[in-house]
């Protein structure tokens, strides 16, 4: 199927050359050969999927920036004195003059199918006014095309977040009952479900942002929302969690195919070799040069069960448990997120176990979730061609099981047919799949820095953060439940190393991995990794816990936290040509 997020129409060419509220663009299309059929209004749409997640923005590499994931630098939203209102971005307002300019001329016009495109468009935009509410709070709320002698609107003030989030439940609103489309093979186009299970992703993250921001006074109206989680994510048909034929792999084979399966993904972005459409998703995760080199911290880790359903971290030892022992009888999306024993690769056409890689991992646990084409030389070429996903079920199945622990309606069956269902997938047996939990586990108190307790809502947490790694949300999370303190808190730390020297990782009979500090020594292996740890404070270097052994320690330089981070500041650029916009708080 063509894929229609490369579509680039006249059409957005012609309606689309704004970046700010005052700068109009002319019109130069035919009104009537877009509005007056049907297949007008479709090209026209297609423009609006510009608004998605691209092929390498805001999906596999949106957590990079969170409490999961060890990554090279620090990033300028949390480095020191590098965000401020002469860095920030992101007043951009051309694709809402788009949306709004098509909405108001598919109203007038006489197509029978207008209405259909119209929920469309109000979809799109509910996503973008979701995307400007996360970033700024207040924006001005915009539903109609602004012309050039209306200062009034151009020069006005921004609205309150919360009634532009009322009426981006409206747009969801429209648009689920107006789109014709109820689901679609490919996964690539906007259906009724889609429209649906976005709103289960909007409502949650506004709910609990109202909930845990205290300071807007809201928690009253978070009740409501987390019951339109609920009623949405019911009325989601058609769909259930993946299964394969080989249980370790149920879970991985859905980020790797290059077609997805249509039984879990609602939405995805699709690739195309033939058409040279590739991402970097492979690259990104296995080069030891190009980007983040992201890699997991043991923290988070820590936080997969043993199969049997019973937390990790009930074990005696665990903290100094080596790493080819904690990986063991562990819940099995852990070995399809990152390399573990059995984990192999191609290299020259040649099948070949493959450990994790120290010149690749800061950490040990190396990501292996995207890579669906682990080919030498190809690794530091960007040309993956699996398709990425934006929305799948299992993300509705734990917003819903997060509005049902919120609003303390969580049953054993809804328990059973949300959180126990992800847990059978990945193996995991016992009681915990049935039964609601009712005691908190400590380690996810003390994880949480003691602000949540309720033992139901804890592992929905711990369930919702393995399952959706390294799909872009954890960020979102972070700053809805306003606990942006673990953007910096959180350490940086790998695998228990218990001494100095080589180790095999994944009993092969190989060394794997040499740690040493001062002079580098000299090993036979011409495949080892070596591993400096000698004592150090600079920034890029790694370091054991304990000197000479302990957790790998990442130092990525210094990253800060402030809880006016909630809110990027208004450009400074924008606040000079319109001053009624104002400040966010503390960016003054």
């Given at each position: 199927m063509k894929n229609i997020?490369?579509?680039?129409?006249?059409?957005?060419?012609?309606?689309?050359?704004?970046?700010?509220?005052?700068?109009?663009?002319?019109?130069?299309?035919?009104?009537?050969?877009?509005?007056?059929?049907?297949?007008?209004?479709?090209?026209?749409?297609?423009?609006?999927?510009?608004?998605?997640?691209?092929?390498?923005?805001?999906?596999?590499?949106?957590?990079d920036v969170s409490d999961l994931v060890a990554r090279n630098g620090v990033d300028n939203y949390l480095a020191v004195n590098a965000l401020s209102p002469i860095t920030s971005s992101g007043w951009s307002w051309s694709d809402l003059r788009n949306i709004n300019y098509f909405i108001e001329n598919a109203e007038k016009s006489s197509v029978t199918e207008k209405n259909h495109y119209i929920g469309m468009a109000r979809f799109f935009r509910a996503l973008f006014y979701f995307d400007k509410v996360k970033r700024f709070g207040d924006v001005p709320w915009i539903d109609q095309t602004i012309e050039i002698t209306d200062s009034v609107t151009l020069y006005g003030p921004r609205d309150d977040r919360f009634m532009v989030m009322d009426k981006v439940l409206e747009d969801l609103d429209y648009a689920i009952k107006n789109i014709t489309l109820t689901s679609d093979a490919s996964s690539t186009r906007i259906t009724k479900n889609v429209a649906r299970a976005y709103k289960t992703r909007i409502a949650l993250f506004e709910a609990s942002y109202r909930k845990y921001h205290a300071e807007y006074g809201m928690q009253g109206t978070s009740d409501a929302w987390y019951q339109e989680v609920v009623n949405t994510a019911n009325e989601i048909t058609g769909y259930t969690l993946h299964q394969g034929v080989q249980e370790d792999r149920s879970y991985r084979e859905i980020f790797i195919s290059k077609v997805p399966f249509a039984d879990e993904t609602i939405l995805t972005v699709a690739l195309d070799?033939?058409?040279?459409?590739?991402?970097?998703?492979?690259?990104?995760?296995?080069?030891?040069?190009?980007?983040?080199?992201?890699?997991?911290?043991?923290?988070?880790?820590?936080?997969?069960l043993?199969?049997?359903?019973?937390?990790?971290?009930?074990?005696?030892?665990?903290?100094?448990?080596?790493?080819?022992?904690?990986?063991?009888?562990?819940?099995?999306?852990?070995?399809?997120?990152?390399?573990?024993?059995?984990?192999?690769?191609?290299e020259n056409g040649v099948s070949v176990v493959a450990p994790p890689n120290f010149n690749q991992t800061f950490t040990g646990y190396q990501p292996i979730k995207w890579c669906y084409d682990e080919r030498f030389p190809y690794d530091d070429e960007s040309r993956n061609d699996n398709a990425h996903i934006i929305m799948r079920y299992a993300e509705v199945l734990l917003n819903k099981a997060e509005a049902l622990a919120e609003l303390g309606n969580m049953t054993p069956v809804q328990w059973t047919e949300t959180i126990g269902a992800l847990r059978a997938r990945a193996g995991i047996t016992g009681s915990t799949l049935t039964t609601l939990p009712s005691v908190a586990d400590p380690y996810l108190v003390n994880y949480y820095k003691g602000k949540f307790t309720?033992?139901?809502?804890?592992?929905?947490?711990?369930?919702?953060?393995?399952?959706?790694?390294?799909?872009?949300?954890?960020?979102?999370?972070?700053?809805?439940?306003?606990?942006?303190?673990?953007f910096e808190d959180s350490p940086m730390n790998g695998m228990y190393v218990p001494g100095l020297g080589e180790y095999d990782l994944n009993s092969d009979g190989k060394m794997d991995v040499l740690f040493y500090q001062g002079t580098k020594p000299t090993s036979s292996n011409p495949a080892i990794a070596f591993v400096d740890v000698s004592p150090s404070s600079a920034a890029g270097r790694l370091q054991l816990s304990n000197g000479t052994s302990g957790e790998v320690i990442f130092n990525p330089g210094v990253r800060q936290w402030m809880d006016k981070k909630y809110l990027y500041p208004i450009p400074e650029s924008d606040v000079i040509r319109n001053p009624a916009l104002g400040q966010n708080p503390g960016w003054q």
């Open positions: 997020h490369y579509i680039i129409s006249f059409l957005l060419i012609a309606a689309v050359t704004s970046c700010n509220l005052d700068e109009l663009p002319v019109d130069t299309a035919s009104n009537q050969a877009i509005f007056g059929s049907a297949n007008g209004l479709e090209l026209y749409s297609n423009s609006f999927y510009n608004i998605l997640p691209g092929t390498d923005v805001g999906v596999f590499q949106g957590d070799a033939s058409l040279q459409v590739f991402s970097s998703a492979n690259r990104r995760f296995i080069s030891p040069t190009y980007g983040n080199r992201p890699s997991l911290t043991r923290n988070f880790v820590n936080t997969y043993n199969l049997d359903g019973t937390p990790f971290t009930s074990n005696p030892g665990y903290k100094t448990t080596p790493f080819v022992d904690e990986v063991k009888n562990r819940d099995l999306r852990l070995k399809q997120t990152v390399r573990l024993g059995d984990y192999r690769r191609t309720n033992p139901v809502l804890l592992e929905v947490f711990r369930e919702r953060a393995v399952e959706l790694v390294f799909e872009g949300l954890r960020p979102d999370d972070l700053r809805r439940w306003h606990i942006g303190e673990l």
